[in-house]
């Protein structure tokens, strides 16, 4: 969002960006207005349950701003309903930023998130089918309580099942390279990756002329730093240099780092992935995605979440590989990264042709090019 807010500032557009106050010095140094969120969970908890009182709360304080500044267009990304309920109360229009993969489905695909790959058979395709029939139910719960909601808020029901996507313009920032091939809406567009990172100064790299791997765990999971352990317990003395960040999450116990690996606490993707032969992440999307417009391969080791969604298009694409998260040890890890490396020609040559297209087709420029068009700006493509 802070990607597209700034490319939209760079073409000449007035840009309130609503967010949580952490992000408000990087969002007025992109040249934009903030305005301050409700700070509710946007991942509920057994603990802390999203309640749809507080979306119509949410609604209600972004309904303010939205119709004291009357924007031409409301886009909101898609874990947050309350601004696309906000927009449409006030009769303006409304676009949706999915910052990952397409998460609606088709017949014949497995059910988003669990890591399956597409089916590479007749009887394999009729099996998800017959799976994806007996998981309408939880969708059109989905769709029930969504209704609830809206009807709090004084708006019709919705009678599509993924109701909170906007069914006028939907902005899937991802390489068209890990979606698979299905009938796409009009209303839908996989625009390509949108990317922004704080800045940050460069790192050095471990000394030596072997092949560089990056260690880029998650920010948000697996808190125990696992895979980031079993990397440097598993490449330690191993034929490759080894570049490692913490992401400002300290490690549970001391590890002793052998000379080929060096680790920092925080690290600039953009800066220290080209140079890599090789990244080894938890298959976030902003992490994956960067690696491959940066053309290198993927060792994905998905911990939870959307991850596994995102390891098997990665391996479905040819442009990495993935090891199970229950696999994980340091070991596994370790021959993971020596299969990667001793096919590197294979999938740096995947990884490359998407980072080709990538520098051909910029994801903020085209996402903003159709927010122009949904405002109705005169010349919008």
């Known amino acids: 969002m802070l990607a597209l807010g700034e490319r939209l500032v760079q073409r000449g557009h007035s840009v309130t960006y609503e967010t949580w106050s952490r992000w408000q010095e990087h969002v007025t140094a992109a040249g934009m207005e903030f305005l301050a969120a409700p700070e509710y969970p946007v991942f509920p908890t057994l603990g802390r349950v999203?309640?749809?009182?507080?979306?119509?709360?949410?609604?209600?304080?972004?309904?303010?701003?939205?119709?004291?500044?009357?924007?031409?267009?409301v886009v909101h990304d898609i874990l947050t309903l309350a601004p696309a309920m906000a927009g449409e109360l006030e009769g303006i229009p409304v676009a949706t930023l999915v910052p990952h993969i397409y998460p609606v489905g088709a017949p014949e695909f497995p059910p988003y998130a669990i890591?399956?790959?597409?089916?590479?058979?007749?009887?394999?395709?009729?099996?998800?089918?017959?799976v994806g029939r007996a998981t309408l139910g939880g969708l059109r719960q989905g769709r029930r309580e969504?209704?609830?909601?809206?009807?709090?808020?004084?708006?019709?029901p919705v009678q599509r099942l993924h109701g909170g996507l906007s069914d006028r313009l939907c902005l899937v920032a991802t390489f068209p390279q890990l979606e698979y091939p299905r009938h796409w809406p009009d209303s839908v567009h996989v625009v390509g990756p949108v990317m922004?990172?704080?800045?940050?100064?460069?790192?050095?790299?471990?000394?030596?002329?072997?092949?560089?791997?990056?260690?880029?765990?998650?920010?948000?999971?697996?808190?125990?730093?696992?895979?980031?352990?079993?990397?440097?317990?598993?490449?330690?003395?191993?034929?490759?240099?080894?570049?490692?960040?913490t992401n400002r999450r300290p490690l549970p116990v001391p590890v002793r780092l052998a000379p080929n690996v060096s680790l920092v606490n925080w690290i600039s993707y953009s800066r220290s992935m080209p140079g890599a032969s090789l990244v080894v992440c938890?298959?976030?999307?902003?992490?994956?995605?960067?690696?491959?417009?940066?053309?290198?391969?993927?060792?994905?080791?998905?911990?939870?979440?959307?991850?596994?969604?995102?390891?098997?298009?990665?391996?479905?694409?040819?442009a990495g590989v993935r090891l199970?998260?229950?696999l994980?040890?340091?070991?596994?890890?370790?021959l993971a990264v020596a299969r990667a490396l001793d096919d590197r020609e294979s999938f740096a040559a995947r990884a490359q042709e998407l980072a080709a297209w990538a520098a051909a087709n910029d994801g903020a420029t085209r996402a903003a090019e159709l927010i122009e068009r949904l405002a109705g700006f005169p010349g919008a493509s």
């Open 324 to 326: 199970p998260w229950r």
């Open 196 to 245: 922004w990172e704080p800045p940050f100064r460069d790192v050095p790299e471990p000394a030596g002329d072997e092949p560089l791997v990056l260690v880029a765990p998650s920010t948000a999971q697996d808190p125990q730093q696992r895979m980031l352990r079993s990397a440097i317990t598993g490449l330690a003395r191993a034929p490759v240099r080894v570049l490692a960040t």
């Open 146 to 156: 969504l209704n609830e909601t809206r009807a709090q808020l004084g708006l019709p």
């Open 115 to 130: 890591g399956a790959r597409l089916p590479r058979t007749v009887a394999g395709a009729e099996f998800w089918r017959a």
């Open 282 to 318: 938890h298959a976030g999307h902003g992490t994956l995605v960067r690696a491959l417009a940066s053309g290198i391969p993927v060792l994905a080791v998905p911990h939870s979440g959307d991850m596994g969604e995102n390891a098997a298009r990665l391996d479905w694409s040819g």
């Open 328 to 334: 994980l040890s340091a070991t596994t890890l370790r």
């Open 50 to 73: 999203l309640k749809p009182y507080e979306v119509v709360q949410a609604t209600a304080v972004t309904r303010r701003g939205v119709a004291e500044r009357r924007p031409d267009v």
